[in-house]
């Protein structure tokens, strides 16, 4: 079965920190990975990832993927309050059009 | 200039009714997805139709049936509204093709009484 699993569920830390969540997958003829970001409402998209070992990079985040060891690695480096989100990861699978999220990591950045 | 708009943003209602969600995209795009969001965040697809035609369709019962009347709208009506359908709602729309970031609403929160 088509899973996304994230890790860890949860996360606080001091602003300044830097963070790694962790997004590993199963799922039927992978072509890409998302990651998004929700803070109140919509999640907002932050990455596709397609490419083994190439990182994708906007400001303070970065993220990678490693189609061997099926996994993607998203960091935010000198967190500030305003990343304080929930931190999903999507898969397509089974063709082009059903993605399958995971669960989400919590992410609170504390002052 | 919201480019994937929902309507509405809440509806309270009893156990039993019927209710309709509507979702409008201005971005030109020819897939659009219904998610349902439980109380833990977890996002699961419901639907999802590309240029009017349904091309997923998860295990969902059947007292939701959504509709495209274009490819610019799709609606969610959900009959017999039972406890367990309380949840946030999101639409979703992508461009064609190969997978493609999608762009979400933000949302219809829906409880059930």
């Known amino acids: 079965e088509d899973k996304v699993v994230q890790s860890p569920l949860s996360l606080v830390v001091h602003e300044g920190d830097t963070v790694t969540l962790n997004c590993s997958y199963e799922?039927?003829?992978?072509?890409?990975l998302l990651w998004y970001k929700q803070e109140k409402k919509a999640p907002t998209f932050l990455f596709m990832l397609t490419s083994s070992g190439i990182e994708k990079k906007s400001g303070r985040l970065s993220s990678i993927l490693d189609k061997k060891e099926l996994f993607s690695i998203l960091n935010i480096t000198a967190t500030q309050t305003g990343d304080s989100a929930i931190y999903l990861c999507?898969?397509?699978?089974?063709?082009?059009?059903?993605?399958?999220f995971g669960t989400g990591t919590r992410l609170k950045v504390l002052a | 200039d919201t480019a994937v708009s929902q309507t509405p943003k809440y509806l309270v209602t009893q156990m039993g009714n019927d209710k309709s969600i509507k979702c409008e995209q201005n971005l030109g795009h020819d897939t659009m997805y219904w998610y349902k969001q439980d109380s833990k965040k977890f996002l699961k697809i419901m639907f999802s139709?590309?240029?009017?035609?349904?091309?997923i369709n998860e295990t969902v019962p059947n007292r939701f049936s959504p509709k495209s009347p274009d490819k610019a709208h799709l609606n969610l009506h959900i009959n017999s509204l039972e406890l367990g359908d309380s949840a946030v709602y999101f639409c979703a729309s992508s461009p064609a093709g190969a997978p493609r970031p999608q762009h979400f609403g933000d949302g219809t929160r829906l409880s059930i009484l």
């Open positions: 139709y590309n240029n009017k035609e349904l091309i």
């Open positions: 999507a898969g397509p699978t089974s063709g082009t059009y059903k993605y399958i």
């Open positions: 799922v039927t003829n992978f072509r890409s």
